[in-house]
């Protein structure tokens, strides 16, 4: 019941946001929560894999990277006139969102079905070590592309179109990042508690008894891992999108890092709490990063502190209930 | 030509692989007998370099700075042990890897403000500022050598420890059995302990004999950790026999992709392109590596014994 009350609110506050800011004569702050949406879209694409899957990937800076430089890239293409790729079939490049946040979410599946097929042979620090591993292969490859900027980044002349609609200005893109995000936890929440999701859960708590059971652990965990993978790719489009600009820096493991202190920090295993950690983590730079140049001092010593004696995270402490771990 | 490139490019590759050495053995040690993985062990090293560059710019004397690098290394290990990872003995894997996490942010950005966020200069100590004829025609850094002399000592040094000596007795029956090591009696605590302030003394002695190779600055730590990650993951974890093989693989194959891949991409790029491309995609070599062992052995070459 509180849970539903705080999912409520929250979906409420997020409805008027925009109206309340334009009343305000803030609206450039639009841009901030558009950009904490996308997080919180990673963050609970990362708590399928982490909160309901039991797996540690360190790892999902590699496809909100990549799902960024999907994106950036066919809208380079798009504004030069040129091709991405001549051969074996020509592939241009596209202002649509239509088309290409659903090829930034492939491309990521695909990504993730490989490193997740490899990597889930391991578990535990493996799994871990492995997943952040590949993030930085990853990371090497898309480097060593020249035409995409290198270290520079990307710069994206303008934004993707939906339909035809330009996402331009902060309003449209925020609309669309949220009801995205709408869309996914009201898909993963069924999900979860679907046979796949009970298979899943029940892989997590008791591997051995879920094996016995005839379940195929591995097969459910790599479709999670390559879903949660390319719904971080979404994600990661709608950054793009939002700074106008793709940064090697979201596939570094620092990205991939923060994505699990926000699934940590709302709370893991229950969807929403990852949601709420982003927008907490994200906030609590923003304000800090005011403060002081060195807002890193501050923000890891109360990381530190946070998980050493603040367990269960703030969905807990907001709606009351326990997560799946 | 190619004899020499391929036989300084060899040389490197020990000297990377060295390097990795002593980080991933600490880290090894650690994971094997405490059961911690600890992400700020890159930090150790970072801060070995950063403190023995300006001891040896204060003193003017190298030796001291190494020396000082490696106590750094120990010290910190030592006071990170008893005020935050001895709490996370108990924790999940997951706490551990947030709480190092939290540790890395925290020391990159006091370093940023003790030392500012330029790289600081290390160079070598004049004995070992020449060249050394390795082979009749073919010159190397004399100090590159001396690091290699130094990563060997370190292991062997470890292999003695381990093999040989009382606490190495207890490391091993710890990295076997934690519980029945306590039970007999051992001071369990302080065995930690020890084993984290070693760990952290490599990383430091690592971190400053790094300093005249590579350049000192904020970030050095991740680096070379994400590489030890990847030596562990293919020497097999717990295993320092495992870090070895794994460093000196990872430290060859990270430096002849790096050399051999530009020559060969020189024929079908550009030259500036070519070594752009060649120079990142030479990063992804170790990762390949690694792909192809955990495909053939999951648990690494030298898995330690369940």
């Known amino acids: ?325 | 030509m190619t004899a020499l490139l391929f036989v300084e490019q060899t040389l490197n590759g020990l000297q990377l692989g060295v390097m990795l050495f002593m980080i991933a053995a600490g880290l090894t040690l650690i994971f094997g007998i405490m059961d911690v993985i600890n992400l700020a062990h890159g930090s150790l090293y970072m801060a070995g370099a950063f403190v023995g560059a300006t001891v040896t710019a204060r003193t003017g004397s190298f030796a001291l700075g190494v020396l000082a690098g490696a106590a750094a290394g120990a010290l910190i290990a030592l006071l990170l042990e008893l005020a935050v990872i001895r709490r996370l003995y108990a924790r999940d894997h997951l706490d551990q890897v947030l709480a190092t996490y939290a540790l890395i942010l925290t020391f990159n950005e006091a370093v940023k403000v003790l030392w500012g966020p330029a790289p600081i200069f290390l160079a070598a100590p004049p004995l070992l500022s020449g060249t050394v004829e390795v082979l009749p025609g073919i010159p190397y850094p004399a100090y590159r050598l001396a690091v290699i002399a130094v990563g060997l000592a370190a292991a062997l040094f470890l292999g003695w420890l381990i093999g040989r000596t009382r606490l190495g007795m207890l490391i091993r029956a710890g990295t076997t059995n934690r519980e029945t090591v306590q039970a007999l009696g051992v001071d369990i605590g302080l065995l930690f302990a020890l084993v984290f302030a070693l760990g952290g003394a490599l990383a430091g002695l690592a971190g400053v004999m790094a300093g005249p190779v590579l350049a000192v600055q904020v970030g050095m730590g991740e680096q070379i950790l994400i590489l030890a990650f990847v030596v562990i993951v293919v020497g097999g974890l717990g295993s320092v026999r495992g870090a070895m093989a794994g460093s000196l693989l990872v430290g060859l194959a990270d430096t002849w992709a790096r050399a051999f891949l530009p020559v060969l991409l020189r024929g079908l790029l550009p030259p500036a392109a070519a070594d752009q491309v060649a120079a990142n995609l030479g990063s992804v070599a170790v990762y390949l590596l690694m792909a192809v062992v955990l495909s053939v052995r999951p648990q690494g070459l030298f898995p330690r014994h369940a």
Request: overall charge neutral; some cysteine; hydrophobic content about 60%.
């Open chain 1, 1 to 325: 019941m509180r849970e539903r009350l705080a999912v409520a609110f929250g979906a409420a506050a997020f409805a008027v946001a925009p109206f309340v800011l334009e009343a305000l004569d803030e609206s450039f702050l639009l841009s901030v929560l558009t950009r904490m949406l996308a997080y919180a879209l990673a963050a609970a694409a990362l708590d399928l894999v982490l909160g309901y899957g039991g797996m540690m990937s360190f790892g999902h800076g590699a496809f909100l990277g990549t799902g960024a430089y999907v994106a950036g890239v066919l809208l380079h293409h798009r504004a030069e006139g040129s091709a991405v790729m001549e051969w074996p079939l020509r592939v241009g490049g596209t202002a649509e969102a239509l088309i290409a946040w659903p090829a930034a979410a492939a491309v990521c599946g695909v990504l993730a079905a490989a490193i997740g097929a490899i990597s889930l042979r391991t578990r535990g620090v493996h799994f871990i070590m492995i997943t952040l591993a590949f993030a930085q292969m990853v990371y090497f490859l898309v480097l060593a592309l020249p035409q995409y900027g290198g270290t520079d980044g990307l710069m994206i002349p303008s934004r993707n179109v939906l339909a035809g609609w330009p996402l331009a200005g902060d309003a449209p893109l925020y609309w669309v990042a949220l009801v995205l995000l709408a869309l996914f936890l009201v898909f993963a929440r069924r999900a979860m508690a679907s046979r796949f999701g009970l298979a899943l859960r029940g892989a997590r708590m008791n591997e051995r008894r879920a094996l016995a059971l005839g379940l195929p652990v591995y097969r459910l965990r790599l479709v999670a891992f390559t879903l949660s993978g390319a719904v971080t790719g979404l994600a990661g489009a709608i950054l793009a999108n939002q700074a106008s600009f793709v940064s090697p820096d979201l596939l570094s493991w620092q990205r991939s890092g923060e994505l699990l202190v926000m699934v940590i920090l709302g709370g893991q295993g229950t969807l929403f709490g990852p949601v709420l950690g982003a927008l907490a983590l994200l906030a609590a730079e923003e304000e800090l990063a005011q403060i002081t140049e060195h807002w890193m001092l501050v923000l890891g010593p109360v990381l530190l502190l946070v998980v050493l004696f603040f367990r269960g995270g703030l969905w807990r402490v907001v709606a009351g209930v326990r997560g799946d771990a």
